[in-house]
């Protein structure tokens, strides 16, 4: 583990300094996974929830995200972004619904926070999209998948 590059000698949060750095193609992935009965589930998975299907606009909804992490995050350096993507798949046995997002930039930093922001607005539109018929819904499990570019190359050991 090494020092936190967010802290000035003092302690201090401070914005990063990345303009010394290369720039280089950057990629991240990053899931979530929602929790919901499966009667709402099987709701989602037909496209048929109160306010209509609930994945196209939870897709949406992340990318658009993704794009505005910089004026989320207070330290997150806003960045051009290549691509953004998310998926969905449901499975209403299970009552779940999983979603993963790709982020691609070619920056001097990665694209970690983006594709977490992305799926983490994508979960809670998928909430908001089906609040009305089941309260009880949990998001959880919001993790980085792996990352390429940048001093090291990771992936998470599932």
């Known amino acids: 583990m090494g020092s936190l590059s967010h802290l000035d000698a003092d302690g201090r949060a401070r914005m990063v300094d990345v303009g010394s750095k290369p720039v280089t193609a950057r990629r991240a992935v990053a899931a979530a996974t ?34 505005r992490t910089g004026e989320l995050i207070p330290l997150c350096h806003p960045l051009a972004l290549d691509f953004v993507g998310v998926e969905a798949e449901v499975d209403a046995d299970a009552g779940e619904v999983r979603l993963v997002a790709e982020a691609r930039a070619t920056a001097r930093t990665g694209v970690e926070m983006e594709a977490l922001t992305a799926v983490a607005v994508a979960a809670l539109t998928v909430y908001d999209m089906v609040k009305g018929i089941d309260r009880g819904i949990e998001i959880g499990d919001i993790v980085l998948l ?12 599932e």
């Open 34 to 67: 929602v929790r919901m009965s499966a009667a709402t589930a099987a709701v989602v998975a037909a496209r048929d929830g109160p306010k209509g299907d609930v994945i196209g606009p939870a897709r949406i909804a992340g990318v658009q995200a993704a794009k």
């Open 146 to 157: 792996e990352k390429q570019g940048g001093r090291a190359d990771w992936r998470r050991d």
